[in-house]
């Protein structure tokens, strides 16, 4: 009796196996599905140029020229040559004013200027080291140890970024053309010490 029951289970595991088997074929005269393709491999400055261009870092830190980032000018910063003394004054119920080339911001923190970030040794960040750009993120501190990081920078939200993917904006900003201009530093409001932001960017 087992043995015959033993065939039989055998028989019907068999036939199951063959059907299903048959079902995932694809039909005969089609081309079987193709596997799937694994997404290539970015390298750490590839990462780094997505990163930086879908978070617009030329929106801020590349001077505007008619109403458009100057990609001549990339990522370099509030020009030397354009100079701001003070904010305009604004009408009641306004609080934030920018100035044409879109970086230099006024409000209640004073006037910033966005920064160079271009590798240039004297003037952008060819000094920085990979722990100064990610402390200057984590902390909102210029340089990662100085200064507080003033407005429209967004530091608290880039903060929740990973290690990797600062370490490739990093790595990406080390690779862009180094261009020499020395963005002036903050002013304060009315004569007072720069504030740290408790703001963004």
């Keep these: 009796m087992c043995f015959f029951g033993c065939i039989r289970g055998t ?23 193709a596997a799937p393709v694994a997404a290539p491999v970015q390298s750490p400055v590839e990462r780094g140029k997505y990163l930086a ?21 990339m990522l370099s910063g509030h020009p030397e040559e354009v100079k701001v003394a003070a904010g305009p004054k604004l009408p009641a119920g306004w ?7 879109n970086t230099a911001w006024a409000g209640p923190w004073g006037i910033s200027f966005t920064a160079n970030l271009t590798p240039d040794m004297n003037t952008g960040i060819g000094i920085w080291t990979e722990d100064m750009f990610l ?24 903060a929740n970024l990973t290690d990797e993917d600062l370490k490739a904006i990093f790595a990406y900003l080390r690779t862009v053309p180094a261009i020499s201009n020395h963005v002036p530093e903050p002013i304060p409001p009315s004569g007072e010490a720069p504030r740290v932001s408790t703001l963004a960017r």
């Design 135 to 158: 402390n200057a993120i984590r902390k909102g501190k210029h340089m990662g140890v100085s200064r507080g990081i003033l407005p429209p920078m967004p530091w608290q939200m880039q």
């Design 95 to 101: 609080a934030i004013s920018i100035n044409e080339t």
């Design 53 to 73: 261009t879908v978070m617009d870092c030329n929106g801020c830190h590349t001077p505007f020229k008619n109403g458009e980032p100057d990609l001549t000018r």
């Design 11 to 33: 028989t019907v595991l068999f036939v199951a196996s063959a059907f299903g088997a048959a079902c995932t074929q694809a039909p005969a005269g089609q081309p079987a599905p």
